[in-house]
């Protein structure tokens, strides 16, 4: 998938300090999930429904 005109959004909550970050972007019917610190490295792709699941269960970790 090419993700060269993604528009990525970090956290609100996420500070300028260097901190552990992800930052997503969503494209068509997927979302894309990169570290920010590492923009050109490996990209986790998942559908929404996959994304929704996957949030849930590190809640109820």
Do not use: F, Y
């Not at 930052?23 to 068509?28: D, F, K, S």
């Not at 990209?43 to 849930?56: A, G, Y």
């Amino acid at each position: 998938m090419d993700l060269s005109t993604a528009r990525w959004r970090k956290s609100s909550r996420s500070s300028n300090n260097g901190g552990d970050c992800v930052e997503l972007a969503r494209i068509n019917d997927t979302v894309a999930i990169r570290d920010s610190k590492n923009p050109h490295g490996p990209k986790l792709l998942l559908t929404p429904h996959q994304l929704h699941h996957l949030t849930q269960s590190i809640k109820n970790a």
